[in-house]
């Protein structure tokens, strides 16, 4: 990702406006590109003194005095009615504000989540094959590889054969993601592991793809069903954008 591409979403990136594929790509650029990184220092110091009032303008007394005598020279039942009104806009707004700030508080947390998350799923790939234990139920057979998973947890995750497609099952394994054991299907495409980690995401519709690229691995996640899937490889993109599109038939 560019500087002038980075530029156009840096506003995005840090009122938490971005899905995760967008924050991890303007993450990892500003962690390496100083004049980026001092662009975001800028933007969140300017978010900091609209939200502490730094940059707000206070009638000074006397003013609201005038105004206010005016007001009530003219119609003392209309000023009766519009200072009723004002402070009805005072509560509205700071109801508004704390809504605001609630939403962006929140949106900066997910992203962080998904952030961690991603980097996590990044880590038990690479570690599932450093550490020679990339299944732990070794078999291309579907029927052998679902009932495996039974009993070891809570839901049962599908495991389709892509063998006639190029991309053969080789087995599956317990892993751990978001504080729970989860399920890796491993696929192979030519000399590429593919891992794909299954589980129950709480959503019922079905979430678009996003896809990333982290530390020379591709990913691609949504969701469906109820079910949560994040696809990640060395593998090309627009194979593994393949090994998606038939996952997801």
Known sequence: M?????????????DGELDSAGSLAVETHVRGCASCSREVENIRALV???ENGALRFKAPPHLKRNIQAAIRKANP?????????????????????FALT??????RTQSSEEAQLVNDIVSNHVRSMM??????????DSH????????????????????????RLIGGRLDYLE????AALVYQRSQHFINLFVWPSGRSEIKPEDQLSLQGYNVIHWTKSGMTYWLISELNLPELNECARLLQE
């Open 179 to 182: 504080n729970r054991p989860v």
């Open 102 to 107: 609630w939403t962006v508080t929140l949106r």
């Open 77 to 97: 039942t209309a000023a009766s009615s519009f200072f009723q009104w004002r402070w009805l806009s005072v509560a509205a707004s700071v109801v508004l504000i």
């Open 48 to 50: 900091s003194g609209i």
């Open 2 to 14: 560019t500087c002038n591409e980075t530029g156009n979403l840096l506003n995005a990136y840090v």
């Open 131 to 140: 550490a020679n234990h990339i299944t732990d139920v070794a078999s291309s």
């Open 144 to 167: 052998t590889v679902k009932p495996w998973f039974g009993g070891k947890l809570d839901y049962s995750p599908p495991a389709k054969d892509l063998t006639e497609q190029g991309f």
